[in-house]
């Protein structure tokens, strides 16, 4: 996924899926432009990192079919999480899986 990864935001990003500062929370702008303007493969760390991101988002894609119906899930605090935004827990491992539960809890009926 490391060679896609950057690719694959940059498209979602173009399609207002994944923002550029959402991106920025687990790769620093900096960095990021840097890889970009050097050609540079990003690190694992950096890697997984968007990776968490873009997986959470193609599971809210699944989930709500409509994408201002997804954005704003995604970009909304959520009682089932605490009150969190899921798309701020998805910037560690651990939160993505939790925003995970709770997408599959949606789809299959569970509206909590």
């Given at each position: ?63 709500f079919d ?26 560690t491992d ?19």
């Amino acid at each position: 996924m490391r060679v896609s990864t950057l690719r694959t935001w940059q498209r979602w990003s173009g399609e207002g899926i994944l923002t550029s500062e959402e991106v920025h929370k687990v790769v620093p702008p900096r960095t990021l432009g840097r890889r970009k303007s050097r050609q540079e493969r990003l690190t694992v760390q950096e890697s997984d990192g968007i990776a968490r991101l873009v997986r959470v988002a193609a599971q809210a894609a699944r989930v709500f079919d409509d994408p201002e119906l997804r954005s704003a899930w995604l970009r909304s605090g959520n009682p089932a999480l605490g009150g969190a935004r899921p798309i701020d827990l998805a910037v560690t491992d651990i939160g993505a899986r939790r925003v995970e539960t709770v997408l599959n809890r949606i789809a299959w009926g569970d509206y909590s």
